[in-house]
């Protein structure tokens, strides 16, 4: 089959449904199985083609581990190096062992996509160069070793891994006041996400386009493979960043701080005393408005447990109180706490019309969400308050929250106010706990 047979055939099964899709691909020939496998554009993920438009200098690909991206690198420094001749390159390692091994000589590496497209490349590993038919050439680095990239010049970049270079701030420097040759130079990283300011910063140019993409996109992965690790990992920090490709950072001087947050899990205790839901109502209705914080708490021996984040978006005010009710019975709760600040009566109303079958207990609100949350936060800190399970969106807000400070502009931490309200009804009535007034 020829090259323009094999297009017209990927056509037919992009479009054909998975029973057609198998039936298509078995009904090939071997030969035409792996010209069909080895064209890359036949299979990749969206996130693993360059952006589109001139307007960018950086492609920043934050994924998780298997998800592709040393295919996608190498497969784009190979068009790139096809494209004319003369092409200078730069391929960027945390180490030149991991530069040669992964990005040249790797199973994924350019010159096996080389091999898969009929072509042969010349590879000087004593020299650390790689070069085309055409005249191009591919030079690799190291992100431990910046002077090394001080000097030469270059058309495009493909820095592997950033995250683990030994200097990153430096290297990535120089490798940019040497990314100037052509007319159009341009850089690739590819990495797992690590919290690290220079991957912020990078994320957050203007002339930055960032791609991310999970473990689980990856077609070709063992499904048992994906079902341990994510049975194990995820909603942890570790999964998050490390499966799903997200870049988690840490605020300098949360209350919260994600080594806090993933010190203070334990497995939920079979018996509480008391059981309270925690109500943080938006102040409008719709998916525009804030959410509706809804936070089960319980205690036991003087200790305070998260049990659960029920919190939702984009319903009406009957629809909150009827997740407000469900979670009550759920949870077996003895008391509502709402906050009261955002139409007091009409809370009441909702929640009596919904049938909560306990008491609710409005509560205004006389200080900042930040300043409610700093007691709270201290009881986790000296052991006295933890999470049950796993909760990455109540997690993401908690940690925003800075001591003596506001929260974010624009970004309510509506989970994370619920929750505070619920520990602190739950909380003894001393001297640094706030006290809950009544309306």
């Given at each position: 089959?020829?090259?323009?047979?094999?297009d017209?055939?990927?056509?037919?099964?992009?479009?054909?449904?998975?029973?057609?899709?198998?039936?298509?691909?078995?009904?090939?020939?071997?030969?035409?199985?792996?010209?069909?496998?080895?064209?890359?554009?036949?299979?990749?993920?969206?996130?693993?083609?360059?952006?589109?438009?001139?307007?960018?200098?950086?492609?920043l690909?934050?994924?998780?581990?298997?998800?592709?991206?040393t295919?996608?690198?190498?497969?784009?420094?190979?068009?790139?190096?096809?494209?004319?001749?003369?092409?200078?390159?730069?391929?960027?390692g945390?180490?030149?062992h991991?530069?040669?091994?992964?990005?040249?000589?790797?199973?994924?590496?350019?010159?096996?996509?080389?091999?898969?497209?009929?072509?042969?490349?010349?590879?000087?590993?004593?020299?650390?160069?790689?070069r085309?038919?055409?005249?191009?050439?591919?030079?690799?680095f190291?992100?431990?070793?910046?002077?090394?990239?001080?000097?030469?010049?270059?058309d495009f970049?493909?820095?592997?891994?950033?995250?683990?270079?030994?200097?990153?701030?430096?290297?990535?420097?120089?490798?940019?006041?040497?990314?100037?040759?052509?007319?159009?130079?341009?850089?690739?990283?590819?990495?797992?996400?690590?919290?690290?300011?220079?991957?912020?910063?990078?994320?957050?140019?203007r002339?930055?386009?960032?791609?991310?993409?999970?473990?689980?996109?990856?077609?070709?992965?063992?499904?048992?493979?994906?079902?341990?690790?994510?049975?194990?990992?995820?909603g942890?920090?570790?999964?998050?960043q490390?499966?799903?490709?997200?870049?988690?950072?840490?605020?300098?001087?949360?209350?919260?701080?994600?080594?806090?947050?993933?010190?203070?899990?334990?497995?939920?205790?079979?018996?509480?005393?008391?059981?309270?839901?925690?109500?943080?109502?938006?102040?409008?209705?719709?998916?525009?408005?804030?959410?509706?914080?809804?936070?089960?708490?319980?205690?036991?021996?003087?200790?305070?447990?998260?049990?659960?984040?029920?919190?939702?978006?984009g319903l009406?005010?009957?629809?909150?109180?009827?997740?407000?009710?469900?979670?009550v019975?759920?949870?077996?709760?003895?008391l509502?706490?709402?906050?009261?600040?955002?139409?007091?009566?009409?809370?009441?109303?909702?929640l009596?019309?919904?049938?909560?079958?306990?008491?609710?207990?409005?509560?205004?609100?006389?200080?900042?969400?930040?300043a409610r949350?700093e007691?709270?936060?201290?009881?986790?800190?000296?052991?006295?308050?933890?999470?049950?399970?796993?909760?990455?969106?109540?997690?993401?807000?908690?940690?925003?929250?800075?001591?003596?400070?506001?929260?974010?502009?624009?970004?309510?931490?509506?989970?994370?106010d619920?929750?505070?309200?619920?520990?602190?009804?739950?909380?003894?009535?001393?001297?640094g706990i706030?006290?809950v007034?009544?309306?």
């Amino acid at each position: 089959m020829n090259a323009d047979a094999i297009d017209w055939q990927m056509e037919l099964i992009a479009n054909a449904s998975e029973e057609e899709q198998r039936r298509l691909i078995w009904g090939m020939s071997p030969i035409d199985v792996l010209r069909f496998d080895a064209k890359f554009e036949n299979w990749a993920h969206r996130n693993q083609f360059p952006p589109s438009g001139d307007g960018w200098r950086t492609w920043l690909m934050m994924a998780g581990r298997g998800f592709g991206k040393t295919r996608a690198g190498a497969e784009w420094i190979h068009s790139l190096a096809n494209s004319r001749r003369g092409v200078r390159i730069a391929l960027v390692g945390a180490t030149l062992h991991e530069a040669r091994a992964i990005m040249v000589e790797g199973v994924s590496g350019l010159l096996r996509v080389a091999k898969l497209r009929g072509e042969t490349l010349s590879w000087e590993p004593s020299l650390g160069r790689l070069r085309w038919r055409n005249g191009s050439e591919a030079q690799i680095f190291s992100g431990e070793n910046p002077d090394g990239l001080r000097g030469p010049e270059h058309d495009f970049a493909w820095a592997d891994e950033l995250a683990k270079w030994a200097q990153p701030e430096a290297a990535w420097d120089n490798l940019q006041m040497g990314l100037r040759r052509g007319t159009r130079p341009r850089a690739l990283i590819t990495t797992t996400p690590r919290s690290m300011r220079l991957l912020e910063t990078i994320r957050d140019d203007r002339w930055t386009v960032a791609t991310n993409g999970r473990t689980d996109e990856n077609i070709n992965l063992d499904e048992r493979y994906l079902d341990v690790m994510t049975a194990t990992y995820g909603g942890t920090r570790l999964g998050r960043q490390e499966l799903e490709g997200e870049l988690i950072t840490d605020v300098e001087g949360s209350l919260w701080p994600r080594e806090l947050i993933e010190r203070c899990r334990l497995v939920r205790p079979e018996r509480f005393d008391r059981i309270v839901v925690g109500v943080d109502p938006p102040a409008g209705v719709g998916e525009g408005c804030d959410a509706c914080g809804i936070v089960v708490a319980g205690r036991l021996d003087e200790r305070l447990y998260v049990l659960s984040d029920e919190t939702c978006q984009g319903l009406s005010p009957e629809g909150w109180a009827r997740r407000v009710a469900a979670a009550v019975e759920r949870w077996d709760a003895d008391l509502v706490v709402a906050e009261a600040n955002n139409g007091g009566a009409m809370v009441k109303s909702v929640l009596d019309a919904a049938n909560v079958g306990v008491r609710v207990r409005l509560v205004h609100a006389s200080l900042g969400k930040v300043a409610r949350a700093e007691p709270i936060a201290l009881r986790f800190e000296s052991g006295r308050a933890f999470l049950t399970g796993r909760f990455p969106q109540l997690e993401d807000e908690m940690s925003g929250m800075v001591a003596g400070g506001q929260y974010p502009p624009g970004r309510s931490p509506d989970r994370a106010d619920a929750m505070v309200w619920a520990m602190t009804e739950l909380s003894p009535t001393r001297s640094g706990i706030p006290r809950v007034r009544r309306l």
